[in-house]
């Protein structure tokens, strides 16, 4: 069965610091790969895809960037962040192609900035 | 823009009841919507889709209806159990029309459901 792992569970940073957020999953070749931010009260927004290593889609201009420098691996990176980027971090996948619609999610991480 | 929205940020219901959770969209390009269950501190679940060609899926206590006239789904759980509690979303999906073959998916804000015992 496929599972899919994030840490860390939870992060206090302080503003300028960097940021290093990891997912991986099992289970499973070639998924599709998401970053999700929930802020407090908010839905979940989308904020980079993937679709196989090195290829990256940006939904939102932002202070984070994204990378999949492995089939199932993908990271959340930030040079400096800021108090605005505070909130919980999702990553979710879903099998590659059409057939199937389903996106699964990890367990998040929450990010402090202070 | 929102393009899907969940108009009820809450609702209590009595345990053994039905509860109903509603959703709008805006976009008929969607072709694909699902719901999930969220716990604080947790990573959303995947509860139960539904395909727009259909009207209505079912799974155990958990039944999808969407009314595409309308732009319109809800879930219905029945009957409502304690455990139950929780934040519900819903989202929908639609094919992205470039060279990444994959879909984009565009979610509510989310219902928080409360389970009376």
């Known amino acids: 069965s496929q599972t899919i792992h994030q840490w860390p569970a939870t992060l206090v940073q302080p503003v300028g610091s960097p940021l290093s957020l990891e997912c991986t999953v099992e289970?499973?070749?070639?998924?599709?790969l998401y970053w999700y931010r929930q802020a407090a009260g908010r839905g979940l927004q989308l904020l980079f895809y993937s679709v196989g290593i090195g290829q990256i889609s940006s939904e939102v201009p932002q202070n984070l960037s994204a990378s999949r420098p492995q089939d199932r691996q993908f990271i959340l990176s930030s040079k400096k962040l800021l108090l605005s980027d505070s909130g919980f971090y999702l990553c979710?996948?879903?099998?590659?192609?059409?057939?199937?619609?389903?996106?699964?999610f990890g367990p998040g991480t929450r990010l402090t900035v202070l | 823009d929102q393009q899907v929205k969940q108009n009820s940020p809450s609702l209590s219901v009595q345990e053994g009841r039905i509860s109903i959770l509603n959703c709008d969209y805006t976009n008929s390009m969607f072709d694909y919507f699902l719901w999930y269950k969220k716990y604080p501190a947790e990573g959303p679940t995947f509860l139960i889709s539904?395909?727009?060609?259909?009207d209505k899926n079912e799974d155990g206590r958990f039944t999808v209806f969407l009314n595409k006239s309308a732009k319109h789904l809800s879930l219905h759980i029945v009957p409502s159990q304690p455990g139950d509690s929780a934040v519900y979303f819903c989202?929908?999906?639609?094919?992205?029309?470039?060279?990444?073959?994959?879909?984009?998916?565009?979610f509510g804000t989310g219902t928080r459901l409360k389970v009376l015992a």
């Open positions: 539904i395909s727009s060609i259909k």
């Open positions: 979710a996948w879903r099998a590659p192609g059409l057939a199937v619609n389903e996106q699964f």
């Open positions: 289970g499973t070749s070639n998924p599709n």
């Open positions: 989202a929908a999906s639609a094919r992205r029309f470039d060279s990444s073959g994959t879909y984009k998916y565009i």
